[in-house]
């Protein structure tokens, strides 16, 4: 039986996550907003900052991550896990950006929102029970991370980055979204490694990764609502 209070803890991190809509559409701050749309020519520095911004404030990243290395252990499985998302982060992102791609930015978050309920399906075994198969867990990691690429460079796309400096800029700003993963991992890692010493981990993955299925519902309900309502 699940304890009360991690029941109500589960829910009010459910209900966080659909509450920040902002960071779950991958939005840029209207600091940041302004900043970009302003500013023309190469600034490697400041673009670095707003990478490693977006990627610690973006509940979305944070909630599929966080799935990828749930049962994972061994640091050479987290390595391969974490840079093939970071891989297809960084392709889609890039050539989002630097080709114009127009899509709809609602449909493509509703997909990370997809992206979430899988990790957190694939985590119960539910393919395996269900469907009586396991899908490859390193391509769907690394396709979802081509999706979460695009979501932001859709987003990037609306703030009409001044061409001047472009790819210098762009390139500077994966970096930054790289260490930013880096940051959130590790502090990601430290907690997990903590939580999986207790004797309370393996009775409380289920909830954990339910709450987890059930944010991933909320996110894609927000993003179709907002596709249809717009």
């Known amino acids: 039986m699940v304890p009360p209070r991690l029941a109500t803890v589960c829910l009010a991190f459910a209900l966080l996550v659909l509450a920040a809509t902002d960071a779950l559409a991958h939005a840029v701050t209207e600091g940041d907003k302004g900043y970009i ?19 610690v404030t973006g509940y979305d990243h944070l909630l599929f991550l966080f799935g990828v290395i749930f049962f994972l252990y061994r640091m050479k499985h987290i390595a391969i896990y974490v840079s093939l998302f970071a891989v297809g982060h960084s392709t889609t992102m890039l050539l989002g950006v630097f080709f114009d791609w127009n899509v709809s930015s609602y449909l493509i978050d509703a997909i990370i929102g997809l992206s979430v309920v899988y990790k957190a399906l ?41 061409p001047d400096g472009l790819l210098p800029n762009l390139i500077a700003f994966n970096i930054g979204v790289e260490l930013g993963q880096l940051i959130a991992l590790a502090m990601i890692l430290i907690f997990m ?22 944010a991933g519902f909320m996110l894609i309900g927000y993003q179709l609502t907002g596709y249809f309502v717009a």
């Open 122 to 162: 694939d985590n119960l075994g539910a393919f395996q029970r269900w469907f009586g198969f396991q899908p490859d867990t390193k391509i769907a990691t690394l396709v979802f991370g081509f999706f979460h690429g695009l979501g932001l460079a859709t987003k990037i796309l609306e703030y009409d980055i001044a």
């Open 193 to 214: 490694g903590f939580w999986r010493r207790t004797e309370g981990f393996w009775r409380h993955a289920y909830t954990v990764n339910v709450a987890m299925m059930s």
């Open 37 to 55: 749309i302003e500013i023309s020519g190469i600034n490697l520095i400041p673009f670095v900052y707003l990478g490693a911004k977006h990627m």
